[in-house]
Each structure stands twice: as structure tokens, then as C-alpha cells.
């Protein structure tokens, strides 16, 4: 089992930037791809961004290119999404997610099902 916590969410005017983090606990996270979803209300949950097993691969969605990046720690179990020049339409509970890497299975970043574990989200509200 792998636990995952997210934080660092919260209020910021269009323009700034948050540092969203996302901690994980049990297994051994560095077996782990991790990645970035979102979802606001009354839309489907998207895929934001994503960082492989060892920090040496990173995928990021058009709508977030040249504005979010993806990286992890993996001696502190965490990884994190630092976003910049935070738009209105970025508003939305951001999630983080785990898919197993030990089985060598082929990745695809923006595949949910991919996923084996996910956090219940931090909210991000940007303003104008």
C-alpha cells in the first residue's frame, strides 16, 4: 500500500505561483512513476503533468507547458509541482497519483489507468 498526501494548495492571484507537494508513505516511492491530475467542477479529471521512476523522464500537458514543472526528491518521498503564471481555468483540486514502475510495464504519463494509487487532492483557487 501507498499512502499519498498532497498540500501547498490554496488562494493566489492570476499571474503568481503555488509549489504543490505530494508525500507519500508505505512502499518504496523510488519504484513509483508519479503524476499530476486535475479536476474542476463539473469537468473530467485531466492530466497535468508527470515524472518517471528516477527523475529522468517528464511529461507535461499542453496547457501547462512553459508554465508548470514536474520534479521529485526521492530521498524525502516526495514530489512536486511548481506552477507559475497561474491562469482562472487553472482552478481545480490537483491530485497526485502513483503507478508501479517494478513490473517494467511501458509508461503512458497520461493514462489514469495506469495509476495504482491516488491522493485525495489539494484545492487551487486562482483569482483575477
Known amino acids: 500500500q501507498l499512502m499519498l498526501e498532497e498540500s501547498g494548495g490554496g488562494l493566489v492571484q492570476a499571474g503568481g505561483s503555488l509549489r504543490l507537494s505530494c508525500a507519500a508513505y508505505?512502499?518504496?516511492?523510488?519504484?513509483?512513476?508519479m503524476g499530476w491530475f486535475r479536476q474542476a467542477p463539473g469537468k473530467e479529471r485531466e492530466f497535468v503533468g508527470a515524472?518517471?521512476?528516477?527523475?529522468?523522464?517528464?511529461a507535461t500537458a499542453d496547457s501547462a507547458k512553459g508554465r508548470f514543472t514536474v520534479s521529485r526528491d526521492n530521498a524525502k518521498n516526495t514530489v512536486y509541482l511548481q506552477m507559475n503564471s497561474l491562469k482562472f481555468e487553472d482552478t481545480a483540486v490537483y491530485l497526485c497519483?502513483?503507478?508501479?514502475?517494478?513490473?517494467?510495464?511501458?509508461?503512458?504519463?497520461?493514462?489514469?489507468?495506469?495509476?495504482?494509487?491516488w491522493g485525495q487532492g489539494t484545492q487551487v483557487t486562482v483569482f483575477s
Open positions: 497519483a502513483a503507478a508501479w514502475a517494478g513490473d517494467g510495464t511501458s509508461w503512458y504519463p497520461q493514462n489514469e489507468m495506469q495509476y495504482d494509487y
Open positions: 508505505g512502499r518504496t516511492f523510488s519504484m513509483f512513476h
Open positions: 515524472i518517471n521512476w528516477s527523475g529522468g523522464d517528464s
